[in-house]
Every structure is written in C-alpha cells, then in structure tokens.
C-alpha cells in the first residue's frame, strides 16, 4: 500500500507549526509595509506630503493627524507612506539589479575557471575591499542626487557580493554527476547554467535576496540621512529623520515616525531572512 506523501507546509504555516512568532510578526510587518507603498498615492495626494503649509506646523499627533505633522506643516502619515514607496522601491530595484548581474557574473567565473574569471574575482575582491557606502558615496557624486542614482550606486556596491557568493556554489556543482552526464549527453553550457545548475543553488538566492533587501534599506536611508538621497522635498525616511534632529526634544515624534518605520522594517527583513533560511533547509535548524 502506498502511504500518501506528507504534504509540506507553506512558508507561514511553517511559522505558524514551529511558533515562530517574531519572524511571523516580521512577515506581517513586510507585509503591511509593501500594502502601505502600494496604497499611498491613494491615501494621501503628493501635494500633502511635500507643500509647504506652515499654519499647521508641528501638529501633535490627533484626529486632524494622526502622526501629527513636521516643522514645514507636511502630514507625517502621508510621508512616512510615500517614505516606504519610496524606499523599498530603490531597495528592491537596487538588489533585483544586483542580483541579476551578480549571479550572471558569478555562475560564468565559478563554471569557466579560467584567467579571465580570476581577473573578474579579484576585481570583485577589491570592491569588496572598499566600504559598501563609500562605493555608494563615490558614485553618487558623480551621478548626482536622484532615486535613480541611489538605486543604481545601491546595486554597483552590491554586485560584488553576489559574484563572490555564487561563484562558489556554481564551481562546485559543475564537477557533480548529473552536470557531466547532461554535457557528456551533448548539453550546452548555457543550458547546464540555467536548468541544472542555477535551479539548484535558487534557494541561496532568495535567502541572500531578503537578507540585501535590508542592507539596502539600511545603506539607502543612510545616505539620504547624509544628503545623497533624492532632493528635498522628496520623502524619504533617511532625509526625513536627518530633517527633523533639532526636534528631538521639543517634538520627538517628528522623528519617531521615520525612525521606528526604518527599524521596524530592516529588523522585519531580518528575521524574515533567518526564518527562510530555515524553511529551505530544515538541517539549519539543528546548526
């Protein structure tokens, strides 16, 4: 008689059966952050979160605001929405680009072990050398203050980690059994990278994706916190916290507002990171 298989459970069912509560809250957290991009335009116009209104300047947080509203009359819901759109869209942009030109880079070096993938990896070891941020400040400089820029000195500070981290696992699995037995079938290379190498080493994708997310987060806002972020008046919650540091005292709650929507969020990837890490490869669990 065959026993039926046991079905395995979804990634919240796993939190849910093992009692991860914190990595469950976390995901909930990403959740209603991802909701709260995607619905600001809706609930709040672009005008209400970037005209100057300074009859209703520094606001307490009430019925007429719920956040309350900072020094330049802006309602701080509203930005701390448009903040999350905002930055999880550079965020997200910034490591699928990463991710796309890092794995692509580092699949070629790791399956060609050759002089020119040696010359690759140590070019990559050398940015690696380089703080991330600096790399960041560096490019910025140059291409100026935008999302774009941000975005796209996020994703060049970053590729050098996917290609490090991948190169391993690829060079490893083209000596295994099935890579020689598909090319001794006569399969090109382009199709041992795509179907038999890359599907095995996607799990390390999506947990290193989830893990860059918040280092994105975290190294975006910091270089808007340092004025290399999109321009004023533009929402972002790095800008938002360095614009509101004299308040700190007097109105703290100008600052809060940002302030825990950037740790709850960078905490939130975190632990979701570490969870996943364990729902792909249960062995983690006992490590």
């Given at each position: 008689?065959?026993?039926?298989?046991?079905?395995?459970?979804?990634?919240?069912?796993?939190?849910?059966?093992?009692?991860?509560?914190?990595?469950?809250?976390?995901?909930?957290?990403?959740?209603?952050?991802?909701?709260?991009?995607?619905?600001?335009?809706?609930?709040?116009?672009?005008?209400?979160?970037?005209?100057?209104?300074?009859?209703?300047?520094?606001?307490?947080?009430?019925?007429?605001?719920?956040?309350?509203?900072?020094?330049?009359?802006?309602?701080?819901?509203?930005?701390?929405?448009?903040?999350?759109?905002?930055?999880?869209?550079?965020?997200?942009?910034?490591?699928?680009?990463?991710?796309?030109?890092?794995?692509?880079?580092?699949?070629?070096?790791?399956?060609?072990?050759?002089?020119?993938?040696?010359?690759?990896?140590?070019?990559?070891?050398?940015m690696i050398a380089f703080p991330r941020t600096l790399v960041a400040i560096l490019i910025i400089t140059v291409a100026g203050n935008s999302i774009l820029s941000l975005t796209l000195?996020?994703?060049?500070?970053?590729?050098?980690?996917?290609?490090?981290?991948?190169?391993?696992?690829?060079?490893?699995?083209?000596?295994?059994?099935?890579?020689?037995?598909?090319?001794?079938?006569?399969?090109?290379?382009?199709?041992?990278?795509?179907?038999?190498?890359?599907?095995?080493?996607?799990?390390?994708?999506?947990?290193?994706?989830?893990?860059?997310?918040?280092?994105?987060?975290?190294?975006?806002?910091?270089?808007?916190?340092?004025?290399?972020?999109?321009?004023?008046?533009?929402?972002?919650?790095?800008?938002?916290?360095?614009?509101?540091?004299?308040?700190l005292t007097t109105h703290p709650y100008v600052l809060l507002a940002p302030g825990c929507a950037l740790v709850l969020t960078i905490l939130s990837f975190n632990i979701v990171g570490?969870?996943?890490?364990?729902?792909?490869?249960?062995?983690?669990?006992?490590?």
């Open positions: 008689m065959n026993l039926p298989k046991k079905r395995r459970l979804g990634f919240v069912g796993f939190l849910i059966s093992n009692k991860r509560w914190f990595a469950l809250s976390a995901f909930i957290v990403i959740l209603a952050m991802i909701v709260a991009a995607l619905c600001a335009p809706f609930l709040f116009d672009w005008d209400s979160v970037t005209k100057i209104n300074l009859s209703k300047s520094l606001i307490g947080p009430g019925t007429e605001s719920l956040l309350g509203t900072d020094q330049m009359g802006r309602d701080l819901l509203g930005r701390v929405l448009w903040g999350a759109r905002i930055t999880l869209t550079v965020a997200v942009s910034s490591v699928a680009i990463a991710m796309l030109v890092g794995v692509s880079v580092g699949a070629a070096c790791g399956y060609y072990n050759g002089a020119v993938a040696s010359l690759v990896m140590r070019i990559m070891d050398s000195a996020i994703a060049i500070s970053t590729i050098p980690i996917y290609v490090r981290f991948f190169a391993g696992p690829v060079m490893a699995l083209r000596n295994r059994e099935f890579v020689l037995a598909s090319k001794s079938i006569g399969v090109g290379d382009l199709r041992l990278l795509l179907v038999h190498i890359l599907p095995n080493i996607g799990s390390l994708v999506i947990i290193q994706a989830t893990v860059s997310l918040a280092e994105a987060i975290l190294i975006g806002s910091g270089l808007s916190f340092l004025g290399l972020g999109p321009p004023p008046p533009t929402p972002e919650w790095g800008s938002m916290i360095a614009e509101s540091r004299p308040l570490d969870a996943l890490r364990d729902y792909i490869d249960p062995k983690s669990r006992n490590a």
